[in-house]
C-alpha cells in the first residue's frame, strides 16, 4: 500500500487535510494505495509557490524553454515502458495501449520544443510614415490542468508542455482515481532542468477544483473529463475571470455506406469501440450502417469478434482489452445496459455475462464486450454517454438519415465515415456538426501539430488543446505601435488616428 501526495515548489508535499481516496488496481480489485485529497489551503500553497516562480521563468530565453522541453523528451521516452507499467496497474488499461497514452503526450512535449517558432509575433514595418507596429505573445502566470482518469498520461503532458513552453507556471490537478503518472512527471520535468515551482501537482477533489476556478492568482483552466463537471468549471472559471477551455464528454457514430469494405469496418470497429474498454472520448460507441443489407452482414461479422474478445488483466500480453477503471465505474457501465434492455434494444452480445476467474484476479473490475442492434435515437441510453465496452448498432435507411444522427446528437466529440465514394465522404465531412472526423479512420484523433476538440456538449470555450490552438490559450497578445525617431513632432491630434498620413 503506497501513498500519494503532492508535488510543490519542486519537492514533494505531504497532504494535511487528513482526507484521502482510494487508489485501485482494476486488474485484481485490491486498493494499492491512497492518494491525498488537498485543502483549499494547500492548493493555495502550490498557487503560491507557482506564482513566486512565474517571473523568472517568463523571462527564461524561448531557447532555453525549448531546451527544457528537449530534454523532456528524450526522458519521456527513455522512461515510457515504466510510465506505462505504472498506468496500467492503476487504470486497468493493456500495457501496449498504455505506451500508447505516454507517446501521444510526447509528441505534444515534441510539439513543444518548437516553440520558438510557435510563439512569434507578428511585425507590420512603417504602418505610418515612421511608426512599426509589431503584436508578442506573452504567457499569461500561473495556470491549471485538471484531468480525467482515462489518459493519466497524455491529457497532463498536452496541457503542462504547451503551458510551459509559453512561458506560464503550471499546476495540475490530475484524477485522484491514477495519480502516480503526474508525480512521476513531476521528477522528470526537474531531471530535464524545469525550475522548482515551475510544475505542481496538487491531488484532491472538488475542493481542490474550485480552489483552482476561483483563486484570482489562476489566470486560465484547462480541463477534460465529463460533460457535468466541463460545464462546471467552465461556468466557475469564467465568472471568476479566467479563460477556460473545457472538454467534455462524447458519443461517436461510425457511419458505414454499402459500398465500404466490411472487413476493414469490422476490424475498426473491433479496435476502436472494445479499446481500452471503451474508456475513450473517441471511442466509437455507435454503428450506423446505412440499408438492411449492410446492417445485418455487419452484425453477423461483429458478433463473432466481439465474442471472441481477448480480455485480460492489464499486464497481460495476450490482453486485447482490460477492466474498467472502479467497480463503480463498471456498475454505472452494467446499470446502462440494464437501462438499454429495459429500453427494448436487441441484445446480440451480452458483456454483463463475462467472468474471469484467472487466478489472483477474480475480484478485478472485469466486463466483456457488448453489441446491441437495433438501437432509437429517442432511448436514453443512446443520448447519454456508457463509456464501456459496448457499441450500439442504429440502422438508417438512407445517407441523409445516417448524417442526421451524429449531428443532432448533443455530443459532438467525433465520427467517421467509411465509403469508397469520394463525394459521399467530402459530403460528411462537411456537414457533419462534430468537431473532429475520419474518412475510412476509426478513430480521428488529431495529431500533436493539429489541434484537438469537440463541438457542442462536448467542449465548452473556444479554442482547442494543443497545436497552434494551445499556443494562443496559454499566451495573451501585446500589440505596440512604436515612432522613431523621437524628434519628429506633429502637435496634438485629437481624431482617431487612421492610415492617412
Ligand atoms: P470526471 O468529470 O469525473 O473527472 C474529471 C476531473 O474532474 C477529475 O480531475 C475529477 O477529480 C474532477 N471532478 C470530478 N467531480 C468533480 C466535481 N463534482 N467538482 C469538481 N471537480 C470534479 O471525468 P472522468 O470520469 O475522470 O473522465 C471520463 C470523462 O472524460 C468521460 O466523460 C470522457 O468522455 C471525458 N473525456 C473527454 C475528453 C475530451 O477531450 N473531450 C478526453 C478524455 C476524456
Not at 10 to 28: A, D, H, M, Y
Not at 88 to 115: M, N, P, Y
Not at 315 to 333: N, R, S, Y
Request: charged share 20%; glycine share 10%; proline share 5%.
Amino acid at each position: 500500500m503506497y501513498n500519494r501526495h503532492h508535488y510543490i515548489g519542486g519537492k514533494s508535499v505531504e497532504g494535511t487535510s487528513g482526507r484521502f481516496g482510494p487508489i485501485f488496481n482494476p486488474s485484481t480489485g485490491e486498493q494499492q494505495g491512497k492518494v491525498a485529497l488537498a485543502s483549499k489551503e494547500e492548493v493555495e500553497a502550490a498557487i503560491a509557490n507557482a506564482e513566486a516562480a512565474f517571473p523568472e521563468w517568463a523571462a527564461t530565453s524561448v531557447v532555453k524553454r525549448a531546451r527544457v522541453l528537449q530534454n523532456l523528451v528524450h526522458i519521456l521516452y527513455r522512461e515510457k515502458d515504466k510510465l506505462a507499467e505504472v498506468l496500467s496497474s492503476e487504470h486497468g488499461k493493456v500495457f501496449s495501449d498504455a505506451q500508447g497514452d505516454v507517446q501521444r503526450g510526447l509528441e505534444v512535449a515534441e510539439f513543444a520544443t518548437g516553440i520558438p517558432h510557435l510563439i512569434k509575433g507578428e511585425y507590420s514595418d512603417n504602418v505610418s510614415t515612421g511608426i512599426d507596429m509589431y503584436s508578442m505573445r506573452k504567457p499569461l502566470g500561473v495556470v491549471a490542468g485538471i484531468t480525467p482518469f482515462n489518459f493519466p498520461a497524455m491529457i497532463p503532458l498536452w496541457m503542462s508542455c504547451m503551458a510551459i513552453a509559453c512561458g506560464n507556471t503550471f499546476i495540475l490537478k490530475p484524477s485522484e482515481k491514477d495519480p502516480s503518472v503526474t508525480l512521476m512527471f513531476a521528477d522528470l520535468w526537474k531531471e530535464a532542468g524545469l525550475p522548482d515551482g515551475v510544475f505542481n501537482v496538487v491531488n484532491g477533489d472538488k475542493e481542490a477544483v474550485d480552489t483552482v476556478c476561483t483563486d484570482p492568482r489562476v489566470k486560465a483552466v484547462s480541463f477534460v473529463g465529463s460533460t457535468p463537471i466541463a460545464q462546471y468549471v467552465y461556468a466557475t472559471s469564467t465568472a471568476h475571470g479566467k479563460r477556460c477551455q473545457a472538454m467534455g464528454g462524447a458519443k461517436n457514430h461510425m457511419v458505414v455506406m454499402p459500398d465500404a469494405d466490411l472487413d476493414q469496418v469490422t476490424d475498426a470497429l473491433v479496435g476502436a469501440a472494445y479499446g481500452s474498454a471503451g474508456e475513450r472520448c473517441m471511442a466509437i460507441s455507435v454503428a450506423v450502417p446505412v440499408g438492411k443489407a449492410v446492417a445485418d452482414k455487419m452484425v453477423e461479422m461483429l458478433k463473432p469478434r466481439v465474442e471472441a474478445l481477448r480480455i485480460g488483466h492489464a499486464m497481460d500480453p495476450q490482453a486485447e482489452m482490460g477492466p474498467l477503471v472502479t467497480a463503480d465505474h463498471l456498475a454505472k457501465v452494467r446499470g446502462y445496459l440494464d437501462l438499454a434492455e429495459q429500453e427494448g434494444t436487441s441484445i446480440v452480445v451480452d458483456g454483463r455475462k463475462f467472468e474471469y476467474n484467472m487466478q489472483g484476479f477474480e475480484k478485478g473490475y472485469y466486463m466483456g464486450g457488448s453489441l446491441f442492434d437495433n438501437v432509437k435515437p429517442e432511448m436514453r441510453s443512446y443520448k447519454e454517454e456508457i463509456f464501456g465496452p459496448t457499441l450500439q448498432i442504429m440502422r438508417a435507411e438512407s445517407f441523409d438519415e445516417a448524417i442526421a444522427l451524429p449531428t443532432n446528437h448533443e455530443f459532438g466529440n467525433g465520427t467517421t465515415i467509411y465509403t469508397r465514394d469520394g463525394d459521399t465522404a467530402r459530403e460528411y465531412v462537411n456537414r457533419v456538426e462534430v468537431g473532429m472526423v475520419g474518412v475510412n479512420v476509426p478513430i480521428p484523433v488529431p495529431l500533436a501539430f493539429h489541434t484537438f476538440g469537440g463541438w457542442k456538449s462536448s467542449a465548452f470555450g473556444d479554442i482547442n488543446q494543443h497545436g497552434t490552438e494551445g499556443v494562443r490559450f496559454f499566451t495573451k497578445t501585446k500589440t505596440v505601435t512604436s515612432r522613431w525617431p523621437t524628434g519628429i513632432r506633429s502637435g496634438a491630434e485629437f481624431v482617431i488616428p487612421t492610415l492617412n498620413s
